[in-house]
């Protein structure tokens, strides 16, 4: 790997380590991190690949209160630079991309240990905030959360940089020495980890509201000639018409009903 594709990657590391705690720009998301590193190392369709398959992994996971959720940003990172590794070390890409996602969950599971520690280097940060509140010094303030917030970026780039420092030959040493159960069976378990992030999505969206529209995306898609352009427009169309439909019923003066009118037309038949 060259220095200028290192270079990129920890910088795509530095900003995945930032947006896990920001959450604004999502580069922290497997889709965009994956992508970015296939993009800077010239693996771009792999990263893609990649990031979509562990995008289906995330999408159930989120911190909650107290409950802190695998650190998806050090497993899109470190996936996808062993993912390349193993591509520039003659791997075939299917075998590149099943060895990269059968080491996300746990790569996930090492990050909240990351987490744990760069947190609790925070809490001085949190002290000397308070200090400068005390003095009314808003730079001093500004300047410890940029600090707390480059602490997050760094958690992620050293271990995305001593990754790539790493030979190539001994990566491919060490997943070729994983047995073919545990491969296996961390394969599996990622498939279940999808499948359960799936789900969680779908029990926060299920409402009267958004089952009709849920149902008839699958059939929609069963349709072979449309394109993923003509299944976004649809989309896009049918969010439309849902939100016209919303503000007609809040314009009705005096209308009774919740406001959504899918939604009182639903509840009429139960």
């Known amino acids: ?115 744990m520690i760069v947190r609790t280097l925070a809490i001085p940060v949190v002290h000397a905030q308070d200090a400068a509140a005390a003095k009314g010094n808003f730079a001093a303030i500004e300047a410890w959360q940029i600090a707390a917030i480059c602490m997050q970026g760094i958690r992620i780039a050293i271990p995305a940089a001593a990754l790539c420092f790493i030979p190539d030959k001994a990566v491919m040493g060490a997943l070729n020495m994983m047995p073919a159960w545990l491969n296996e069976g961390m394969t599996i378990g990622g498939g279940m980890v999808a499948a359960v992030g799936y789900a969680m999505v779908i029990n926060m969206m299920a409402t009267n509201e958004v089952w009709p529209f849920f149902a008839l ?28 439909l919303k503000e007609a019923a809040k314009a009705g003066a005096g209308a009774a009903g919740s406001g959504d009118p899918l939604g009182d037309i639903l509840d009429d038949y139960e």
């Open 1 to 115: 790997m060259s220095v200028f594709a290192i270079v990129l990657i920890v910088i795509v590391a530095f900003f995945a380590g930032m947006e896990g705690i920001l959450d604004e720009f999502q580069f922290h998301q497997p889709l965009v991190a994956c992508t970015l590193i296939g993009l800077v190392t010239g693996h771009l369709e792999a990263g893609i690949i990649l990031g979509g398959t562990l995008q289906m992994m995330a999408l159930g996971w989120a911190n909650i209160g107290a409950a802190v959720a695998p650190d998806a940003a050090l497993a899109s990172v470190a996936s996808a630079i062993l993912m390349v590794i193993a591509l520039n070390g003659g791997a075939d890409q299917g075998e590149a991309i099943t060895t990269a996602i059968a080491v996300a969950v746990p790569l996930s599971v090492a990050g909240l240990f990351l987490t």
């Open 217 to 244: 995306g699958f059939c929609v898609a069963a349709i072979s000639e449309l394109t993923l352009i003509a299944l976004g427009v649809i989309g896009i169309s049918l969010a439309l018409i849902y939100l016209g």
